[in-house]
């Protein structure tokens, strides 16, 4: 997994999961309360988090 931050700071780890054959989706992942959960928008700050967005 790599870890990769929002524009404000926030840490978020990238999971690259088979999504088919031959296909790996990127899930950008955030480590809560409740563990790992798959997000779409920064908890912290609330952009759209893509993994082409991130550092
Ligand atoms: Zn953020």
Request: positive net charge.
């Amino acid at each position: 997994m790599q870890e990769r931050y929002c524009q404000c700071g926030a840490a978020f780890l990238v999971a690259y999961l088979r999504g088919g054959p031959a296909q790996l989706r990127a899930h950008i992942v955030a480590a809560g309360k409740s563990g790992m959960l798959t997000v779409h928008r920064c908890p912290c700050c609330g952009q759209p988090v893509d993994i082409n967005s991130l550092r």
